[in-house]
């Protein structure tokens, strides 16, 4: 079985593909996923389909970069730097996320970042 590391590159990579459907294949059907943990989480893969359709419509050059990855047990730890243009804006936003995993899905995500900053770089 693929390390922790290497399934949640493999989600981003389709992510920024643009292929929801294989970055959702990642998630368990009962995944609970925290965008940002300031927001109220989304539950189930069909939710968070309508979120990622709705949050992702018009993003382009998708891509991440990880500062650091650390895997224990079940629980990938980790840090890195989204970046993406949308509505013509550069958007560089690091994060930190915690993602625990069953069987090669992730089942709880938590996701960590500014949104200010995000609201700053996309209303500039």
Do not use: C
């Amino acid at each position: 079985m693929a390390s922790l590391s290497e399934l949640y590159r493999a989600h981003l990579k389709a992510w920024a593909a643009g292929d929801v459907e294989t970055a959702l294949s990642y998630m368990a059907d009962d995944i609970v996923w925290y965008p940002n943990r300031a927001m109220r989480p989304i539950v189930g893969k069909p939710a968070v389909r309508l979120f990622v359709a709705k949050f992702a419509h018009g993003m382009e050059n998708i891509s991440f970069t990880q500062t650091h990855m650390i895997e224990h047990g079940n629980i990938l730890f980790v840090e890195g730097v989204e970046t993406y243009v949308k509505a013509g804006k550069q958007v560089n936003t690091p994060y930190a996320g915690v993602v625990e995993w069953r069987d090669g899905q992730a089942v709880n995500w938590r996701d960590y970042f500014d949104l200010k900053t995000l609201d700053a770089q996309l209303a500039g």
